[in-house]
């Protein structure tokens, strides 16, 4: 079948099988990409009109204990590390809040202090950002236990977010060192059961198959998480992939077109993670309605993929991104139309 017949299905809403969802992760030919690109478009703004949703990505403590292959961040990696304080979390949240961000994503490596006491200081942060602040927030803490679910969703979290990276085993005992895949798939499906909105991911450029990036697809899709994502792998100094050739953004951007054809009312990401502000255009071009990983200038705050790039010199702050959102006659959810998304959503999840 052509990439153009697939798409057209796609558009009346026939299903996709994996088949033709792997001729469409293999499409190189010019003029089937931006077919694909093009459709992907068309999906998305019939769901979601010229409508963009924005979050803030706070880091807020780069300590792990965990020692994954592909991140800057691993436990042997030295580095200069930080951990904010609930007082500093706060702030920045009330910054963004003002500035017009739809929600904060509160994300840290696997800290211990944060993690002890059943996350206790986690939880207090999210409480208050909650309560203090009124704006709707993202845990992304990596792997917790089952039973302590159930906090987060009492305190207020909306979202819990937990890549996979790869629904390939074999892959992911590379990557993920030491960590178990059942234990991260578990993620999703015990927040879900908790009450909280679900986000998945997977990485492109790990040395994955294209049948494998199908497989991830279609399993995240299964999954039932509201929020879906493909990020390329950004190769980090000091770590066991440090070399690994990086992938042109080409493949994540045909992920995104083929992940919003197949899920045409998934929120999908945008990150400004992996080439910064110049990569925002081509990933929304592409299907994507969210865009994260906005980070304000002069507070210290790393990205993951990225840890510096656009930060310091502000083009990845709010201001910045709302300018160009402008440019490109988009227009950035406001607050109440954010939260009845998340109401609808959450009504669904039960
Ligand atoms: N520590 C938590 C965890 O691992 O789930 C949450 C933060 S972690 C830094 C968030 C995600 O960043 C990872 O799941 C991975 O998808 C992405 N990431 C980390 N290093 C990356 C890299 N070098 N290139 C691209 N994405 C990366
Ligand atoms: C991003 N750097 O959105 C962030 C991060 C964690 N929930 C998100 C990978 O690109
Ligand atoms: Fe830690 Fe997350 Fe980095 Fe893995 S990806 S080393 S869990 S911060």
Request: aromatic share 6%; with cysteine.
């Amino acid at each position: 079948m052509s990439i153009t017949e697939i798409t057209e299905k796609a558009k009346d809403s026939k299903e996709i099988n994996r088949e033709e969802v792997l001729e469409l992760l293999s499409v190189k030919d010019e003029s089937d990409v931006s077919d694909l690109f093009s459709a992907a478009s068309d999906v998305r703004d019939r769901v979601f009109g010229k409508k963009v949703f924005i979050y803030g990505f706070v880091y807020f403590s780069t300590h792990c204990r965990n020692n994954c292959a592909f991140c800057y961040y691993r436990r042997t990696n030295e580095l200069p590390r930080y951990r904010k304080k609930a007082d500093e979390v706060l702030m920045l949240s009330g910054s963004l809040r003002d500035a017009g961000i739809n929600l904060v994503d509160l994300t840290m490596g696997e800290d211990p202090v944060m993690r002890a006491n059943d996350y206790s200081e986690l939880l207090d942060i999210i409480r208050r950002v909650k309560n203090e602040i009124d704006i709707s927030v993202m845990a992304s803490p990596g792997a917790v236990p089952e039973a302590s679910f159930k906090k987060f969703t009492d305190a207020g979290t909306d979202w819990f977010a937990c890549y996979q990276e790869t629904y390939n085993r074999e892959l992911f005992s590379r990557l993920r060192l030491e960590q178990d895949f059942d234990e991260r798939l578990n993620q999703k499906i015990w927040a879900k059961k908790a009450g909280l909105l679900t986000e998945d991911g997977i990485m492109v450029g790990l040395g994955e198959t294209l049948a494998d990036r199908a497989d991830s697809i279609i399993k995240m899709g299964s999954l039932g998480c509201q929020q879906i994502r493909a990020m390329t792998f950004v190769p980090q100094k000091g770590t066991p992939m440090e070399r690994i050739r990086p992938t042109e953004p080409i493949d994540e951007l045909i992920s995104i077109a083929v992940m919003r054809l197949l899920y045409p009312d998934k929120l999908i990401p945008a990150s400004l993670d992996v080439e910064g502000i110049a990569g925002l255009k081509t990933r929304l071009d592409a299907g994507a309605n969210v865009i994260t990983s906005i980070v304000p200038p002069n507070e210290d705050l790393a990205g993951v993929a990225q840890h510096e790039l656009d930060i310091e010199n502000g083009r990845r702050s709010v201001a910045h991104v709302m300018h160009m959102l402008d440019e490109m006659g988009k227009k950035a959810a406001t607050k109440t139309e954010y939260e009845s998304l998340l109401k609808k959503l959450k009504e669904e999840n039960r």
